[in-house]
T-cell receptor, first 106, second 113 residues
Framework: KNEVEQSPQNLTAQEGEFITINCSYS?????LHWLQQHPGGGIVSLFM???GKKKHGRLIATINIQEKHSSLHITASHPRDSAVYIC????????FGTGTSLTVIP | NAGVTQTPKFRILKIGQSMTLQCTQD?????MYWYRQDPGMGLKLIYY???????DKGEVPNGYNVSRSTTEDFPLRLELAAPSQTSVYFC????????????FGDGTRLSIL
């Protein structure tokens, strides 16, 4: 069964905090996709990775193939980071987690 | 760049009515997808296409139909709309390469009353 699970479901942080969102998946994915969904509903791709680590600005994504686990980190969080963060495994079709709703308070 | 364009953005239908959600992409992507997003649930795949003339069912295809006559267009047809089809619908496109991300349209919010 192709499953993708995320934790936590909801996360509230103070501005400046380091944030971690977790994603676990079952065997067979060829890549892991991190996406951001804005309050208005639009979905934007953040990272696609199949191994190691990727960084873009204050965002870092890592994946551990042996543990079937990926994390999305946000350093020095800011209120504009408030959004829903979604991970998806490519099996090759994409299966999505239910998302983590992040609120960053000034 | 337009990317993936979905129309309409909002629509209210009565039970039993039919409609077509339009999706167009200008990135020459072979793969196109239709998803629905329900509150508290992850995106679920309705139908997908790997190229013009080729379509296949996803996880939740019942009550929907698709066609892919060109690379650019991938319309989703709802026949005999039911309240269970109230959802937000997203079209996406991408390539078969593993590390190429999907590109999403802005979504269509559909209510069936």
């Amino acid at each position: 069964k192709n499953e993708v699970e995320q934790s936590p479901q909801n996360l509230t942080a103070q501005e400046g905090e380091f944030i971690t969102i977790n994603c676990s998946y079952s065997v067979g994915i060829s890549a892991l996709h991190w996406l951001q969904q804005h309050p208005g509903g639009g979905i934007v791709s953040l990272f696609m990775l199949s191994s190691g680590k990727k960084k873009h600005g204050r965002l870092i994504a890592t994946i551990n193939i042996q543990e079937k686990h990926s994390s999305l980190h946000i350093t020095a969080s800011h209120p504009r980071d408030s959004a829903v963060y979604i991970c998806a495994g490519r099996y090759p079709q994409f299966y999505f987690g239910t998302g983590t709703s992040l609120t960053v308070i000034p | 760049n337009a990317g993936v364009t979905q129309t309409p953005k909002f629509r209210i239908l009565k039970i039993g009515q039919s409609m077509t959600l339009q999706c167009t992409q200008d990135m020459n992507h072979n793969y196109m997808y239709w998803y629905r997003q329900d509150p508290g649930m992850g995106l679920k795949l309705i139908y997908y296409s790997v190229g013009a003339g080729i379509t296949d069912k996803g996880e939740v295809p019942n009550g929907y139909n698709v066609s892919r006559s060109t690379t650019e267009d991938f319309p989703l047809r709802l026949e005999l709309a039911a309240p269970s089809q109230t959802s937000v619908y997203f079209c996406a496109s991408g390539s078969p390469h593993n590390l190429q991300p999907q590109h999403f349209g802005d979504g269509t919010r559909l209510s069936i009353l």
